[in-house]
């Protein structure tokens, strides 16, 4: 596992992308194929450390919150507040860029694959700061990595879109301030959180309408996309192409893809 350390500002690590909405967490796809993975979750853990109080931003249905810490969470959208579980906290309806807290307020922060949903990252992550006396922790995707995945030959214009919606590392790094550690987060082959690359040794389950629902991405895909890709994928399975080029994969425990946690203190 490789971390590398920035300080404020200082370190170029992918390309510039367009803002997306605030928080639109009520354009997620949440599916019975999202379930939090416990390895994924002992990142987060390990990141967050002995923080007692946690504030969640884009929270949605509370995905990776932890009994072991109080948590505060934040969802701007009504429909994901609604079907947050009722041994969670109730959510604030508030945006990552105007948090209505003081500064100070938490021991630790956190925003899990959400910040490329917000329309101004470099404020939320400013305002995260402002709120947060201790790390602030983000799961995020390097969109610099995003294409270097199998599927780029398959569905090319899925990764673009996710290329694209996912800030940049150093845009974060540098609206964070102090110093940050940005560490891979491994994806272990049976991963229960199902976003594209959790499926890199199980192509097969890509071919699903319902697992691929769960990607906000392939939203972006009209029908006649949707199809091709089914057809490609289907070929290459059936004629051996896809295992002669990565069927490696398959029997890989865990794989270093785009999943990267982000550790800021001050």
């Known amino acids: 596992m490789v971390t590398r350390t920035y300080d404020s500002g200082t370190h170029d690590i992918g390309h510039d992308s367009g803002s997306n909405r605030s928080s639109d967490s009520g354009n997620r796809r949440h599916t019975h194929h999202r379930h939090p993975d416990p390895r994924i ?36 959208s009504l429909a994901l507040r609604a079907q947050r579980p009722a041994a969670l906290a109730t959510a604030v309806d508030a945006v990552a860029e ?6 100070g307020m ?11 949903q917000w ?10 700061r402002r709120v947060t ?11 610099a990595r995003v294409r270097d995945f199998w599927l780029y030959e398959y569905a090319p214009d899925v990764l673009d879109v996710e290329a694209r919606r996912h800030p940049p590392l150093r845009t974060l ?9 940005v560490t891979p987060v491994p994806i272990p082959l049976d991963c229960t959180d199902g976003f594209n690359e959790a499926y890199y040794g199980r192509p097969e389950l890509l071919l699903d309408p319902a697992v691929r629902q769960a990607g ?22 059936g004629s051996g192409a896809w295992d002669a080029a990565f069927g490696h994969l398959r029997n890989r425990p865990a794989y270093d893809g785009s999943l990267v946690l982000l550790r800021s203190t001050p």
């Open 216 to 237: 906000s991405a392939w939203s972006y895909l009209d029908d006649r996309a949707r199809q091709d890709f089914d057809t490609s994928l289907r070929h290459a399975l």
């Open 41 to 76: 979750a002992r990142f987060i853990a390990q990141a967050l450390g002995d923080a007692r109080s946690v504030l969640n931003v884009g929270a949605g249905m509370g995905s990776y919150e932890s009994a072991a810490h109080t948590i505060t969470a934040v969802e701007p």
């Open 98 to 103: 105007d948090l209505p807290f003081t500064d």
């Open 133 to 143: 006396r201790g790390p602030v922790v983000v799961l995020t995707n390097d969109p």
């Open 173 to 181: 790094t540098a609206a964070l301030g102090g110093s940050t550690t």
């Open 119 to 128: 329309s101004d990252v470099e404020a939320g992550m400013r305002e995260m």
């Open 106 to 116: 938490f021991d630790a922060s956190m925003a899990l694959f959400s910040v490329h």
